[in-house]
């Protein structure tokens, strides 16, 4: 029994050797064979492929909208590049739905003052247009006009932005217990406001 005994324990040290003085099970799963490396590159050259056709959608998504969208699509936080993924992505690689619906987001950030709201706070455009003419006074009285919205929403801190996550992305910070107003326009303006401060802080972050 004795005899027996010893000779299982010498076999398993001559297997612990063979396999670099690892238990078979690790030494196995360490070493991949040449399946594993086949399936790892068929991996990587299925992510270069689909990262290739995100890219010629987007390319043509862009291509397609026209002057005035893509001259809005320029002034996105995140860049129209970005904005065109996520809608090539949302339209799981339809091109024709993803640049209509882009375009319609686009047309809705001119028609709803997206870069009014954001610019409200500027003072150096404000300044020179004071007094030069009719339509620039009628600018500024907007501009002053969102700012006071923009302060009395932003009173009681019910909506703010402020740091970042482990990834750079700016965090929002929503108190609903806050809500301080009434008028769902003026509640739109803020949020809007809030999202693309916070969509321009991840840009300089990152």
């Given at each position: 029994m004795k005899e027996k005994k010893e000779n299982v324990e010498s076999n398993e040290s001559e297997n612990m050797k063979i396999s670099?003085?690892?238990?078979?099970?690790?030494?196995?799963?360490?070493r991949?064979?040449?399946?594993?490396r086949s399936h790892q590159q068929g991996?990587?050259?299925?992510?270069?492929?689909?990262?290739?056709?995100e890219?010629?959608?987007?390319?043509?998504?862009?291509?397609?909208?026209?002057?005035?969208?893509?001259g809005a699509a320029a002034e996105?936080?995140?860049?129209?590049?970005?904005m065109a993924l996520r809608h090539y992505r949302a339209e799981k690689g339809d091109v024709a739905s993803a640049s209509r619906k882009m375009g319609a987001t686009l047309r809705w950030r001119k028609e709803f003052g997206v870069r009014e709201?954001?610019?409200?706070?500027d003072d150096g455009g404000s300044a020179g247009a004071r007094g030069e003419s009719p339509e620039a006074?009628?600018?500024?009285r907007r501009r002053a006009l969102l700012?006071?919205?923009l302060r009395e929403e932003a009173r009681t801190g019910k909506l703010y932005v402020r740091g970042h996550d482990r990834g750079g992305r700016a965090i929002m910070y929503m108190a609903p217990g806050r809500e301080n107003t009434r008028d769902e326009t003026n509640q739109m303006r803020f949020l809007v406001y809030s999202i693309e401060r916070a969509l321009a802080c991840t840009a300089a972050e990152q």
């Amino acid at each position: 029994m004795k005899e027996k005994k010893e000779n299982v324990e010498s076999n398993e040290s001559e297997n612990m050797k063979i396999s670099g003085d690892l238990p078979s099970s690790v030494s196995s799963s360490a070493r991949p064979n040449h399946a594993t490396r086949s399936h790892q590159q068929g991996m990587d050259g299925a992510a270069r492929s689909e990262e290739e056709e995100e890219t010629e959608g987007c390319r043509q998504i862009l291509g397609r909208l026209t002057l005035d969208e893509a001259g809005a699509a320029a002034e996105v936080p995140c860049g129209a590049a970005a904005m065109a993924l996520r809608h090539y992505r949302a339209e799981k690689g339809d091109v024709a739905s993803a640049s209509r619906k882009m375009g319609a987001t686009l047309r809705w950030r001119k028609e709803f003052g997206v870069r009014e709201l954001t610019e409200c706070f500027d003072d150096g455009g404000s300044a020179g247009a004071r007094g030069e003419s009719p339509e620039a006074e009628a600018a500024e009285r907007r501009r002053a006009l969102l700012r006071t919205v923009l302060r009395e929403e932003a009173r009681t801190g019910k909506l703010y932005v402020r740091g970042h996550d482990r990834g750079g992305r700016a965090i929002m910070y929503m108190a609903p217990g806050r809500e301080n107003t009434r008028d769902e326009t003026n509640q739109m303006r803020f949020l809007v406001y809030s999202i693309e401060r916070a969509l321009a802080c991840t840009a300089a972050e990152q």
